[in-house]
């Protein structure tokens, strides 16, 4: 799964930055739409969007 190879090499410290963003959540929807997220952006090899650095303005 290319979601999980992505994750799987990502660095050692994001990981565990997304692995807390996930599961800290307090509401169950809310581990699950995170989780969701998570996977989707992995599959696309990105970061998820709370990590994102803000684009410059021109």
Do not use: C, H
Request: net charge positive; proline share 7%; hydrophobic share 40%.
């Amino acid at each position: 799964a290319p979601a999980w190879d992505y994750f799987r090499n990502a660095r050692p410290s994001y990981r565990k930055q997304v692995t807390w963003w996930v599961i800290s959540a307090k509401r169950e929807e809310t581990r699950l739409r995170r989780l969701r997220i998570l996977i989707e952006s992995s599959a696309k090899g990105e970061v998820i969007p709370p990590m994102r650095w803000a684009e410059k303005k021109k």
